[in-house]
T-cell receptor, first 113, second 115 residues
Framework: DQQVKQNSPSLSVQEGRISILNCDYT??????FLWYKKYPAEGPTFLIS?????DKNEDGRFTVFLNKSAKHLSLHIVPSQPGDSAVYFC????????????FGAGTRLFVKA | EPEVTQTPSHQVTQMGQEVILRCVPI?????FYWYRQILGQKVEFLVS????????KSEIFDDQFSVERPDGSNFTLKIRSTKLEDSAMYFC?????????????FGAGTRLSVL
């Protein structure tokens, strides 16, 4: 099931710089997109989301961009901090279903001090 | 801050045994979910539950699996006869009403080890 793809398994960024995590999806029925952050031995933690009627949503250092025509979304973290080091999952759901959320494989972000 | 609580944190069982994984969702949430993550793989949807019935389930959620909300607070996942390949982290999640229903909040997970 490759409906949500995160093609970069890892990303390394210097503290203070921008981190850009990318995600592609294939299912046109998806109308809500989320980013979760996960630390080892913990469950995914909700970070930020975006509805398909928007193309940008911002929350502090985190901004999610959605390009529906390209079926692509990205998460920008500015400035990156060492505490941001974690696995980031892109996820998508369709309101017509039972809110089943499909996750990407995750991108491990390393922020170097 | 309200959170989803899962017990136990680690469950070891013999192949063929029944296990029940327990979850206490956030108290005013209406939608409940189970996901699993096999080591090194994706987080996979198993089942969603709303209004005391399953609203959607994946191909993974076969007849060996069942869910129940036995009272007003607990949400359980039962695996009737465990197999080696059921070894995974199992995450419970819940979400609220209206516009918040898309945002699922996850518990810390139960690691199931089938020997």
């Amino acid at each position: 099931d490759q409906q949500v793809k995160q093609n970069s398994p890892s990303l390394s960024v210097q503290e203070g710089r921008i981190s850009i995590l990318n995600c592609d999806y294939t299912n046109s029925m998806f109308d809500y997109f989320l980013w979760y952050k996960k630390y080892p031995a913990e469950g995914p933690t909700f970070l930020i989301s975006i509805s398909s009627i928007k193309d940008k949503n911002e929350d502090g250092r985190f901004t999610v961009f959605l390009n529906k025509s390209a079926k692509h979304l990205s998460l920008h973290i500015v400035p990156s901090q060492p505490g941001d080091s974690a696995v980031y999952f892109c996820a998508a759901s369709a309101s017509t279903g039972g809110f089943k959320t499909i996750f990407g494989a995750g991108t491990r972000l390393f922020v170097k001090a | 801050e309200p959170e989803v609580t899962q017990t136990p944190s680690h469950q070891v069982t013999q192949m063929g045994q029944e296990v029940i994984l327990r979850c206490v969702p956030i108290s005013n949430h209406l939608y409940f979910y189970w996901y699993r993550q096999i080591l090194g793989q994706k987080v996979e949807f198993l089942v969603s539950f709303y209004n005391n019935e399953i609203s959607e389930k994946s191909e993974i959620f076969d007849d060996q699996f069942s869910v129940e909300r036995p009272d007003g607070s607990n949400f359980t996942l039962k695996i009737r006869s465990t197999k080696l390949e059921d070894s995974a982290m199992y995450f419970c999640a819940s979400s609220g009403r209206d516009t918040a229903k898309n945002i699922q909040y996850f518990g810390a997970g139960t690691r199931l080890s089938v020997l």
